[in-house]
């Protein structure tokens, strides 16, 4: 057994952007008359889609709304997002990031990404970054039914980077996620991959407790000491 793939949270893990959906959130629910009390988008959207987020939202203070209604939010969202984004010089991603996606990549390691953030912010992002090449599979909330902490995300992932590249046969013991948030943590333990959670939201603390490593910034992860665990044979 081997690594093979790693597969990447989104939010929180390549750009530092909850600030930012935490705002626009918070703009939708006054634009439909209502507030986000303090502390709440952390508790209920914190590493969930997009699309749950809203719902649960409205849903606590009682508006029900159809699909298509959802949809059209999310849309009006996602076009606030990206005026946003224009305002932003230099797009806040995460330190250390592009030198593990190097690090990856020499050692022919696959990545994805797997988020419940819409494929549209997730392509503006790595296309503006010019980081896009590096990932050949993208598995976004506007394409599954499910959120975080349920495991389907990262299972499609998988699915879909043996669609293209049929002799890989990638199985999850042979993934690796990195996560920052709870929910995407759950997630990925529930599909049978080892999790590395990184500290960018909650406590390393917190996150030592269910994952297999956890470090504060992403160039602390020693790649060698993990494919150890993946390959034991590498450290007799």
Not at 126 to 136: G, P, T, V
Not at 153 to 182: F, H, M, T, W
Not at 194 to 217: E, I, K, S
Request: aromatic content about 6%.
């Amino acid at each position: 057994m081997s690594l093979k793939a790693v597969l990447f949270d989104f939010n929180g893990v390549i750009i530092n952007d909850e600030p930012i959906h935490e705002k626009l959130t918070e703009q939708i629910l006054i634009e439909e008359n209502l507030t986000l009390k303090p502390g709440e988008y952390k508790k209920i959207c914190l590493g969930r889609s997009d699309r749950t987020c809203l719902k649960d939202l409205l849903a606590s203070r009682g508006r029900v709304i159809s699909q298509t209604q959802l949809t059209e939010l999310l849309q009006r969202k996602a076009l606030m997002y990206a005026s946003e984004l224009e305002k932003i010089e230099k797009l806040p991603l995460y330190a250390g990031l592009e030198d593990l996606i190097f690090q990856l990549r020499s050692r022919s390691i696959h990545l994805a990404v797997v988020s419940g953030a819409i494929r549209n912010e997730i392509e503006l992002v790595l296309n503006r970054s010019k980081l896009a090449e590096y990932f050949q599979v993208i598995v976004a909330g506007d394409e599954i039914t499910t959120s975080k902490p349920e495991p389907d995300g990262y299972l499609l992932a998988i699915e879909r980077l043996n669609k293209q590249y049929p002799n890989l046969n990638l199985a999850p013991q042979e993934c690796l996620v990195i996560e920052d948030s709870l929910a995407g943590i759950q997630a990925a333990k529930k599909a049978g991959i080892r999790v590395v959670g990184v500290a960018h939201t909650y406590p390393f603390h917190m996150l030592q407790r269910c994952c297999n490593w956890t470090v504060d910034y992403l160039n602390e992860l020693e790649l060698e000491r993990v494919q150890e665990v993946f390959s034991p044979k590498l450290s007799e």
